[in-house]
């Protein structure tokens, strides 16, 4: 069964750092984009970062640009998303989601086919 999982949420200070990491099974994702979205509570869902399957070309929300690093190291079938300098605003769910069309780049939410159930990240002193 094709699942995408998310860990290393938690809860930082202001100003500290988490990586984030996308595991698949079922699935390689060697082929396949992949972007990081996030939810705060009580607002929409919002892109985060995307990565091409080669991991050649990646890109950022302006509020996270800086910030964050997206990479993927496709013999761990993995994604992460590094997240530095973090404000209580990055406070939200963040999922990973994956486009089913090998050997592309889409990033926006429509675009995804695959979901993780997110990983919470909590940013308060």
């Known amino acids: 069964q094709l699942q995408l999982v998310e860990s290393g949420g938690g809860l930082v200070q202001p100003g500290g750092s988490l990586r984030l990491s996308c595991a698949a099974s079922?699935?390689?994702?060697?082929?396949?984009?992949i972007a990081w979205f996030r939810q705060a509570p009580g607002k929409e869902r919002e892109g985060v970062s995307c990565?091409?399957?080669?991991?050649?070309?990646?890109n950022y929300a302006d509020s996270v640009k800086g910030r964050f690093t997206i990479s993927r190291d496709n013999a761990k079938n993995t994604v992460y998303l590094q997240m530095n300098s973090l404000k209580p605003e990055d406070t939200a769910a963040y999922y990973c989601a994956a486009d089913d069309i090998p050997l592309g780049y889409k990033c926006s939410e429509d675009a995804m086919d695959y979901w993780g159930k997110g990983t919470l990240v909590t940013v308060s002193s």
């Open positions: 079922g699935f390689t994702l060697n082929y396949y984009s």
């Open positions: 990565i091409s399957y080669s991991g050649g070309s990646t």
